[in-house]
């Protein structure tokens, strides 16, 4: 069965840096292009970073040249470095595959998130 278990996210102040991870069981790995979404309070998830299985990568613009995404195919994990944070990127951080995320019994399965606090 599909497991996504994310870490890294916490409390940083406005132009830290924070490395989120993406530790995923239950599906080839390699096979999948993977994204980083965000959740912002009271809103749908967005898409922020996307990866292909080759390494192929592609940004929101309200994240390029600030976040980095990469992947060890090897570790079955997906990373997404975040430079120069601003208040506007705290939300919970999560990861699924992409364009589609994986289903549990027909339904969007989405792993616990990890919550992305900017403040001074």
């Known amino acids: 069965q599909v497991q996504f278990v994310e870490s890294g996210g916490g409390l940083v102040q406005p132009g830290g840096s924070l490395r989120l991870s993406c530790a995923a069981s239950?599906?080839?790995?390699?096979?999948?292009?993977m994204g980083w979404y965000r959740q912002f309070p009271g809103t749908q998830r967005e898409l922020v970073a996307t990866?292909?299985?080759?390494?192929?990568?592609n940004y929101a613009n309200s994240v390029k040249d600030r976040f980095t995404i990469s992947r060890d195919n090897a570790k079955n994990t997906v990373y997404l470095q975040m430079n120069n944070l601003n208040p506007e990127d705290t939300a919970v951080y999560y990861c699924n595959t992409y364009p589609n995320p994986r289903k549990i019994s027909g339904i969007d399965y989405w792993g616990q998130g990890t919550q992305v606090t900017v403040s001074s």
């Open positions: 239950g599906i080839t790995f390699a096979a999948y292009s």
């Open positions: 990866i292909t299985g080759g390494g192929w990568t």
